[in-house]
């Protein structure tokens, strides 16, 4: 049985007409006009309903990645974590020897790129280069001598060592002695006094040579812990332990004395801080690493943008993902008859050959019946099925097995044949 809908297209019906004898009543007051109806049936104000509800969470998206955004912005400290950044303020950083050099005046540029400090760096400044988390290749070393600046560098490796120092020093392993004077004339190693600094560079340089290092702090076995170069052009410093730079050990013995006076010699000071990814030069021509080097080209800041895009992209795409979630009832826009919605889904099951569907769904139904009539609970297995109908129609177990839960049919003949049986089989069960 079906329930005729009026469609939203029929016209309205006419006005019933006045009786002659009835007085026109006055209205107290204006009355509300009804909303203007849109030709799909909808009023203004239902549109804005429906797109605010396609909308809402994209735009909740939206505010969220703001909200985000806005609170990275705020809570970001303006001090870094990289060791030994003059802006570190942890144990492995080196702000407190950078904080008192400023107040010394000396003038601090940090850079992180060897193009960066070939460009910052000149002959009347210190370049001071940290430990590299991987290593300078050749021709940045030589981009770091020609600065012409007085170099100090800390820890540095084998090729490292043999550039600034024109192969006059070389790197080797020692123990950490216990506090040891520092045995040379270099004065800033007078200034530190006794200090624990782990040995690691010897001398390789010949007797006749006009530049031979001062080297200081040894341990007893040929390795020492401070090296000093004076060029002609300009001066190179050589520490093989850290330590006497970080935060966390600047304060112990004489460490302080010692980097205030490496660093403090001019009142420019360019603080490298190695990028591991950095190969650039700072030549005019870029070498094929730089070319290669995403950033070399990127603006700086281009990675937290580039982080919140992605973020952005990923909760996009898993808004706009297709959800298979159970069906939605909506009330058709037409009058569609059960027999023509059938026959439409049967010819939709042959189009796709999928018998195997179908025979299932009337078995799922046909067990289903059988089941309510015989009392059976919905939670019942195949086996009481089978049983109960049994019980109730001669017919043999297998027989039963068959029907309701046997292979799928071959072709369309035995899926017709199927039906025909499943329906005699729900004409014989009856409640016992």
């Known amino acids: 049985?079906?329930?005729?809908?009026?469609?939203?297209?029929?016209?309205?019906?006419?006005?019933?007409?006045?009786?002659?004898?009835?007085?026109?009543?006055?209205?107290?007051?204006?009355?509300?006009?009804?909303?203007?109806?849109?030709?799909?049936?909808?009023?203004?104000r239902s549109r804005a309903a429906s797109r605010w509800r396609r909308m809402r969470w994209p735009l909740t998206v939206l505010a969220a990645v703001a909200l985000f955004v806005l609170f990275l912005a705020v809570v970001r400290t303006p001090t870094s974590a990289e060791s030994y950044a003059p802006d570190n303020p942890e144990a492995d950083g080196a702000m407190a020897v950078a904080e008192v050099l400023k107040d010394q005046g000396v003038h601090i540029t940090h850079v992180t790129s060897v193009a960066g400090a070939v460009?910052?760096?000149?002959?009347?400044?210190?370049?001071?280069?940290?430990?590299?988390?991987?290593?300078?290749?050749?021709d940045q070393i030589s981009a770091l001598n020609r600065?012409?600046?007085?170099?100090?560098?800390?820890?540095?490796?084998?090729?490292?060592?043999?550039?600034?120092?024109?192969?006059?020093?070389?790197?080797t392993y020692g123990e950490r002695p216990d506090p040891v004077e520092p045995q040379c004339d270099d004065p800033a190693a007078q200034a530190a006094g006794a200090v624990t600094l782990a040995p690691g560079l010897y001398d390789a340089s010949a007797t006749g040579d006009k530049v031979r290092p001062v080297l200081c702090w040894p341990d007893g076995a040929g390795a020492f812990a401070y090296a000093r170069l004076d060029f002609p052009d300009r001066s190179v410093t050589v520490v093989s332990d850290p330590s006497v730079l970080r935060n966390?050990?600047?304060?112990?013995?004489?460490?302080?004395?010692?980097?205030?006076?490496?660093?403090?010699?001019?009142?420019?000071?360019?603080?490298?801080?190695?990028?591991?990814?950095?190969?650039?030069?700072?030549s005019d021509e870029p070498t094929p690493a730089e070319r290669g080097q995403v950033n070399a080209v990127m603006p700086p800041g281009s990675a937290p943008?580039?982080?919140?895009?992605?973020?952005?992209?990923?909760?996009?795409?898993?808004?706009?993902?297709?959800?298979?979630?159970?069906?939605?009832?909506?009330?058709?826009?037409?009058?569609?008859?059960?027999?023509?919605?059938?026959?439409?889904?049967?010819?939709?099951?042959?189009?796709?050959r999928a018998r195997g569907h179908a025979a299932a769904g009337l078995r799922a139904a046909s067990a289903d019946r059988i089941a309510s009539r015989l009392g059976l609970a919905r939670s019942s297995d195949a086996n009481t099925v089978v049983d109960a109908v049994v019980a109730a129609t001669n017919r043999p177990s297998q027989q039963?097995?068959?029907?309701?839960?046997?292979?799928p049919p071959a072709d369309d003949a035995a899926l017709a044949e199927l039906a025909r049986r499943l329906d005699t089989l729900e004409s014989e069960v009856h409640r016992p």
């Open 1 to 44: 049985m079906t329930t005729q809908v009026p469609s939203p297209y029929a016209p309205a019906a006419p006005p019933a007409p006045t009786p002659p004898s009835a007085a026109p009543v006055a209205t107290a007051g204006p009355v509300d006009e009804p909303p203007v109806v849109i030709g799909d049936a909808t009023t203004g």
């Open 119 to 138: 460009a910052a760096a000149g002959p009347d400044s210190t370049l001071l280069v940290t430990p590299n988390p991987s290593f300078f290749a050749d």
């Open 147 to 171: 600065t012409g600046a007085d170099l100090v560098v800390l820890a540095p490796d084998y090729s490292m060592v043999a550039g600034v120092s024109r192969d006059k020093l070389d790197i």
């Open 248 to 282: 966390g050990t600047v304060l112990t013995e004489g460490n302080s004395a010692l980097a205030l006076w490496m660093l403090g010699q001019n009142e420019d000071l360019v603080w490298l801080v190695p990028d591991p990814m950095d190969v650039s030069t700072g």
């Open 305 to 352: 943008v580039a982080l919140v895009v992605l973020l952005a992209a990923v909760l996009l795409a898993f808004w706009r993902v297709r959800r298979m979630g159970p069906l939605i009832v909506e009330d058709l826009p037409v009058l569609v008859r059960s027999a023509e919605a059938t026959r439409g889904r049967a010819r939709l099951y042959r189009a796709a």
């Open 400 to 407: 039963v097995a068959d029907l309701l839960y046997g292979p």
